[in-house]
């Protein structure tokens, strides 16, 4: 098991990113259902997308977002947790990889490991910045 966290303040609101959010996850269960009738985002929602099964663990519109992905080679668990702050919005992004098992690599080997997953995390949250952005125009 691996665990990233990224803390980042952004110029929106925790209602403007899960305008983005709730879009992009509207879209993908209508997309991995087959159809466009409308979607309750709520904890509990299943859907399974290009073989991968995803579950909404827990979903708080404008405070929190959890969901995991899994398959037969991975298992991960995101969370989004959002608390408005003065200028915007303050958005703490974990991933726990849950199939990752350090005692089976090099202490160089989880340290390097640990490196690229806290640069993804760090580019996951800005891309959902950059989206949200984009949704507000």
Do not use: C
Request: zero cysteines; glycine letters at 4%; charged letters at 25%.
């Amino acid at each position: 098991m691996k665990m990233i966290t990224v803390k980042k303040q952004f110029q929106f609101s925790a209602n403007d990113f899960f305008d983005y959010l709730d879009k992009q996850l509207t879209l993908a269960i209508q997309q991995a259902r087959k159809n466009d009738l409308p979607v309750k985002l709520a904890s509990g929602t299943t859907y399974n997308q290009d073989g991968i099964d995803t579950k909404i663990t827990k979903y708080n519109r404008g405070k929190e977002y959890e969901a995991n992905f899994k398959n037969d080679k991975f298992n991960i668990m995101i969370n989004y947790q959002t608390e408005d702050v003065p200028n915007g919005v303050e958005i703490t992004f974990s991933e726990d990889i849950k199939s990752y098992d350090p005692t089976a690599h090099s202490k160089f080997n989880n340290w390097l490991y640990n490196v690229q997953l806290k640069h993804g995390a760090k580019k996951e949250l800005s891309r959902m910045a950059n989206g949200v952005h984009q949704n507000m125009q």
